[in-house]
């Protein structure tokens, strides 16, 4: 027993830390969606030493350098979509780590409109594609019974990044605020090139003993012969259907179209539910409400990064599915509460300055609720639910339609409540997060302990049943 024990623990942490060098890159990239929060009130200032623009942002200006990366999350993962086919997992990764670099720097030193437009449209694109990559290589380096837990390192990670950056960006001058946020990028990009080992799934295709010797270093075993089966199982699953993978599959295959609704159908939730306002505009959004709001946006980036600390555990004994259930229920009563509060204080009911805590107290709910289920589910659902030959298709689809929901919620936000009122986009966003408990329930696969053939065996017989 105490064998057994030594090389769980140390496949475990081989695994993880193949999984923390690669994610490192999401806890960069990430601070692209938060960058706005701390930066705008800087950009709205008519001090120049303050404002690198020179001039305050219209509301205008303010949606589109909040949205625009959005429009990049649709672009870029179209024109590099087959790159992690074609070169290998491990070498996009370094190629999207130093694209990142570049245009991080051009940001830095930017002060015209027109090039935030470009680099945060590029930037957005980037990070959507780093997500794309960093799933699939999680989802190819983890074994059956761990892979709920690596998937929530990615999460771990992206979350993570949203306190480094609403935290750095609250002591930082623009342009020195931008530069830090390339710094844990700079270490993944070091472990990547050193370190990590390719993906034994891309290995299978090309040099078996290649994926054979990772798969050695993955399992912490000599003999690796059944995993390596599985492998090619997986693979062989798929390209003895005689059909050659393409987009239009997802669409015409009853197995891939199933996969392409359900997580397009978790992605709305996800993205629909409000994050990305939130995470975006939390500083002017508890400005307007006198409070400091870049102190409430380092709040809420810790509370979301702990809680997705905590959910690494939760995943593992609870499931995802009864998270999911969990955290729409939570996020629905948080958004509601929140859109209630901003509708009374609209029309001047008496007293509602009293209660001002409320609508932090709420937020904090929701990004609690949020990263227990909403967070993890659409994440982990791409990697599972696609076959080997789709999965790069599948979730860079997926994550366009994400790209595309977070512009809507982010480009919108600002001018509904501009023009129309703040406590409409809240209830909104709980009426969507309410609707999530009924696609949840109705929809929402099992996937815990099986592996990828199980899980497609799953899907075909969900088909077959309607």
């Not at 930017?110 to 959507?128: C, E, N, Q």
């Not at 409430?296 to 009864?322: D, E, P, Q």
């Amino acid at each position: 027993m105490l064998g057994c024990t030594e090389k769980t623990r140390k496949l475990n942490l081989y695994v993880y830390a193949s999984a923390v060098a690669v994610n490192l890159t999401l806890l960069s990239s990430s601070t692209t969606v938060v960058w706005t929060s701390p930066v705008i009130p800087q950009l709205q200032s008519n001090d120049p030493d303050v404002n690198p623009l020179g001039k305050p942002i219209t509301p205008l200006e303010e949606s589109l350098i909040g949205g625009l990366p959005y429009i990049g999350g649709m672009i870029v993962p179209l024109m590099m979509g087959k790159l992690c086919d074609l070169i290998g997992r491990k070498r996009t990764l370094l190629l999207i780590i130093l694209l990142h670099l570049v245009f991080f720097g051009i940001l830095a030193f930017a002060k015209t409109l027109y090039l935030y437009y470009i680099t945060r449209t590029i930037l957005g694109g980037l990070f959507f594609y780093a997500l794309t990559v960093n799933n699939i290589y999680n989802s190819e380096i983890a074994e059956d019974s761990n892979r709920g837990i690596i998937y929530s390192t990615i999460v771990l990670f992206h979350v993570s990044g949203f306190p480094y950056g609403y935290i750095t960006g609250f002591y930082l001058p623009v342009k020195a605020y931008t530069l830090v946020c390339t710094v844990p990028m700079i270490l993944s990009f070091i472990l990547i090139l050193f370190v990590i080992p390719e993906s034994p799934y891309y290995l299978a295709k090309t040099n078996e003993t290649q994926a054979a010797e990772v798969l050695r270093k993955l399992r912490n075993k000599d003999d690796v012969s059944k995993d390596l089966d599985v492998i090619k199982a997986t693979i062989e699953a798929v390209s003895n259907s005689n059909k050659k993978a393409n987009w239009g599959m997802l669409l015409t295959d009853p197995l891939n179209r199933k996969a392409t609704l359900i997580c397009f159908g978790a992605m709305f939730l996800q993205e629909a539910s409000g994050i990305p306002a939130i995470i975006a505009f939390s500083g002017p959004i508890f400005n307007s409400v006198g409070l400091s709001g870049n102190f409430v946006s380092v709040l809420l980036g810790m509370v979301r990064s702990f809680v997705g600390f905590i959910t690494i555990g939760l995943v593992g004994k609870c499931g995802k599915r009864l998270l999911m259930l969990v955290s729409t229920s939570g996020c629905a009563v948080a958004m509601l509460i929140t859109g209630i509060y901003f509708y009374l204080e609209n029309i001047g009911f008496q007293g509602i300055e009293s209660y001002v805590l409320i609508p932090v107290i709420c937020v904090i709910l929701f990004m609690c609720s949020y990263g227990i289920g909403l967070g993890i589910g659409c994440v982990a659902l791409q990697g599972e639910l696609f076959p080997d030959d789709m999965k790069n298709a599948g979730v860079s689809v997926v994550n366009i339609w994400g790209s595309f929901l977070c512009f809507a919620v982010t480009f919108g936000f600002p001018l509904i409540a501009y023009y129309l009122g703040m406590y409409w986009p809240f209830l909104l966003f709980g009426i969507v997060s309410a609707s999530g408990i009924v696609f949840t329930y109705c929809f929402f696969p099992n996937t815990e302990g099986k592996s990828f053939l199980e899980i497609q065996e799953t899907l075909r017989g969900n088909i077959r049943k309607s």
